[in-house]
């Protein structure tokens, strides 16, 4: 694992454990309900995980492309996949959604050669 998802990873617990300890039962509620949407269900926990590749980068978030393309490393889809899931994104985003291809594609190299 690379430099910057190492750096990304550890910031990301740590403002989590700081959000949630922070007593404000909204933020417990919201951060629950968002774990929640991606258990199995009617539609199994990876594509639930693909589903939110894709959106994060239509939506454009950085954050969430790097936290949703590791977890669907994780979960073992090849990049043949991701690809696709990449291109329904960029078809249902537009063309402003290539910077984020582009975070998208240098993040997958990182989790996967390094």
């Known amino acids: ?3 910057e998802l190492k750096k990304y990873n550890k ?5 989590n454990k700081r959000i949630l300890n922070s007593g404000n039962l909204e933020l417990k509620r919201f951060f629950a309900l968002d774990k929640n949407a991606y258990k199995d269900g009617a539609l199994p926990a990876s594509t ?3 589903l939110g590749l894709a959106a994060s ?8 492309i790097t936290y949703h393309l590791t977890r669907c490393v994780e979960l073992g889809f090849s990049d ?4 696709e899931a990449f291109n ?3 078809v249902v985003g537009g063309s402003i959604v290539i910077p984020q291809l582009r975070k998208a594609f240098v993040i997958l190299e990182e ?4």
């Open 1 to 3: 694992m690379g430099e």
């Open 11 to 15: 910031f990301r617990e740590k403002m």
């Open 48 to 50: 639930k995980e693909l």
């Open 57 to 64: 980068l239509g939506l454009r978030c950085d954050d969430c």
């Open 80 to 83: 043949e996949q991701l690809y």
């Open 88 to 90: 329904v994104a960029l």
């Open 111 to 114: 989790i996967r050669f390094t």
